[in-house]
């Protein structure tokens, strides 16, 4: 697992990816900035379920990628232990 200091949000402008936009539209592997605005939650949340192993990164070049699958599938876990 990286560190933390290997997570910090990427400082460069990024377009916010928004749930209701359509699946051409969503990139399937996100930044975690991304990933928390599309799970509107914080990047620190996202950071917890990364180190915990409950959703895994892909790993390309040197950034840290989060399958929007992945995502997806945790809503859905959210959802069967509602």
Same mark, same amino acid.
Do not use: N, W
């Given at each position: ?27 399937? &592997? *996100?930044? !975690?900035? #991304?990933?928390?605005? =599309? ?25 840290? &990628? *989060?399958? !929007?699958? #992945?995502?997806?599938? =945790? ?8």
């Amino acid at each position: 697992m990286p560190s933390p200091k290997a997570l910090t949000p990427h400082t460069s402008e990024r377009t916010p990816v928004k749930a209701t936009s359509t699946p051409r539209s969503v990139p399937r &592997l *996100l930044r !975690i900035a #991304d990933a928390a605005d =599309y799970l509107s939650c914080t990047f620190g949340f996202i950071e917890t379920l990364y180190r915990e192993g409950t959703i895994k990164p892909v790993l390309l070049g040197k950034r840290h &990628l *989060l399958d !929007i699958r #992945d995502l997806d599938a =945790y809503i859905e876990q959210l959802k069967e232990t509602a």
